[in-house]
């Protein structure tokens, strides 16, 4: 059974930092490109990041471009997504997930299988 485990969310301060993790257990995942998603209450989930399957492409949101990271150890079959200077708006419930349907874009949530249960990110002003 392919499980997905998201980690590392919490309360922090505006222009404070948090490191999520997403585990994958029950398969392998290390030649499948991997995102990350969110979704704020009452709003429809969006695009985070995404990575390839051997980290050298990575894509991002232009909301967080140049404020968060993406980057996985497929040895340990995890994606990560490093958050540097948080901002109120970025309180979500973020959401790995693994890109399986080529069809789709990258940003595109119906080209993704397998996700995870989420973890909140709350960021207080």
């Known amino acids: 059974q392919v499980q997905l485990v998201e980690s590392g969310g919490g309360l922090v301060q505006a222009g404070g930092s948090l490191r999520l993790s997403c585990a994958a257990s029950?398969?392998?995942?290390?030649?499948?490109?991997k995102g990350w998603f969110r979704q704020a209450p009452g709003k429809e989930r969006e695009f985070v990041a995404a990575?390839?399957?051997?980290?050298?492409?990575?894509y991002y949101a232009d909301s967080v471009k140049g404020r968060f990271t993406i980057s996985r150890d497929n040895a340990k079959n995890t994606v990560y997504l490093q958050m540097e200077s948080l901002k109120p708006e970025d309180t979500a419930v973020y959401y790995c997930?693994?890109?399986?349907?080529?069809?789709?874009?990258?940003?595109?949530?119906?080209?993704?299988?397998?996700w995870g249960q989420g973890t909140q990110v709350t960021v207080s002003s």
């Open positions: 029950g398969r392998t995942f290390s030649t499948y490109a």
């Open positions: 990575i390839s399957w051997n980290g050298d492409n990575t």
């Open positions: 997930a693994i890109y399986t349907t080529h069809q789709y874009a990258f940003g595109d949530p119906r080209g993704y299988d397998y």
